[in-house]
């Protein structure tokens, strides 16, 4: 069956760095564009970065933006998100998610359109 598997989250300082990483199985990865997304206690879920099936279009939220690199080896199965300069706010547990449908391009970060989520992982930026 199509699951994802986050891993990489843990405690770091503000200013840190993560790496999370979302395996994924049971479906060709190539075949689908992927989201990354977070959801802090007491919050909605939101997208934080995007990237097509190929490797070729990403996407970031603003608060993601010139701090987080979304990338993809679809031999690995794996997609990565690289988490610099790690802030308080961006404390939340993170899920990965397969696009489910085409999408307009103020849409790629909309869970909505994302689906077969994983367990995600937590990321707790404090000092």
């Known amino acids: 069956q199509v699951q994802f598997v986050e891993s990489g989250g843990g405690l770091v300082q503000p200013g840190g760095s993560l790496r999370l990483s979302c395996a994924a199985s049971g479906f060709s990865l190539g075949d689908y564009a992927i989201g990354w997304f977070r959801q802090a206690p007491g919050k909605e879920r939101e997208g934080v970065s995007y990237i097509s099936a190929n490797g070729g279009s990403t996407a970031y939220a603003d608060s993601a933006k010139g701090r987080f690199t979304i990338s993809r080896d679809n031999a690995k199965n794996i997609i990565y998100l690289q988490m610099n300069s790690l802030k308080p706010e961006d404390t939340a547990v993170y899920f990965c998610?397969?696009?489910?449908?085409?999408?307009?391009?103020?849409?790629?970060?909309?869970?909505?359109?994302?689906?077969?989520w994983g367990q995600g992982t937590q990321v707790t930026v404090s000092s």
């Open positions: 998610a397969r696009r489910t449908r085409p999408v307009l391009i103020t849409q790629r970060l909309d869970p909505r359109f994302f689906g077969s």
